[in-house]
């Protein structure tokens, strides 16, 4: 009953104080800096005078040719197989501790124990793992590329798949919008898909532990070097392990996009595709930015057609 009181409580709260976001995505991220609002957006997050998070509008995508939104490494267009944008919504802190972000890998956040949110996000390109509380969940993971709550009514309870000591509680923002709030059981109990029991009597049902994830870092991604002694030279993943890369000749390593820059200035339009001078690398390709050029990536198994100025599967 006490249980059951807890949750009506929380029902009650949330529904009084839920203020819709749908028109202004910032309001859930908490993050200053480039977002994707859609598949087809990029905006920017910005706080006004009063503290307020505002939306800013700054660049439309061309998906009819495979240039979608991307606000990871890359802050802009670039082309990909299919829209990569995580499904988002509202984030509330109920109790003291980090909670996984239900609809964003990448995300995590801090709560007070006066229920302030401090939102994060993972710099180096994994996702966070509340096993380890830190960013080492490969972005191939099931965590990273599947829903991970399932909400249809509102007061459903259902387990953190991840991490049995986390549940989640679904709450109606609207009439027709529902979203999980993160919960998690007090130290030494777990979440048995009804109610959160002493670990010791789960381990006895289930017979198991859960597995951590791996540590690898995540294929292709782009790093600064920890030892790093040059402006050219940059750390990035290759099939699992860290390895140094030069940037080419004309080129230095901007470690605010984490990309190699042309030195010089370029006659070409902001966000125009084009063949990259000085680059031995078949997969990659050059995006004009305030007429510099930055080096980006093909996807996994696709090569950089100069001609057609498009990634084609090899």
Known sequence: MRSSLSIYLLLLGLALGTTKADDNPCQDVGLAGFVCLNCTTLGYCIRDGTGKWETKSMLDCQSEHNFFCSDEGTFGCTWQSQCKVPKRGPFHCQQEGSFPDPYDCR?????SDQSV????ICSNGAGYSTLTDSCVLPRESEQCTEEQFS??????VGGWTADNRYFYVCIDDTESSLYPVMMKCREGYVF???????????????GSLQEEESSK????????????????QYCKCVEGEQQVITCPSGFHFDTRIMTCVSERIHQCKDFEVLNCPNVIAKNEYCICIEQQLQIYDCPKGHYFNAENLLCQEE
């Open 217 to 232: 870092c995540v294929d292709k991604t782009r790093y600064e070097c920890p030892f790093r002694t040059s402006e050219i």
């Open 151 to 156: 909400c249809s009514r509102s007061g459903q």
């Open 192 to 206: 048995n898909g009804y109610s959160c029991v002493p670990e010791s009597a789960l381990k006895n049902l289930d």
């Open 107 to 111: 995300r995590y956040h801090k709560c």
């Open 117 to 120: 949110d401090s939102p994060h």
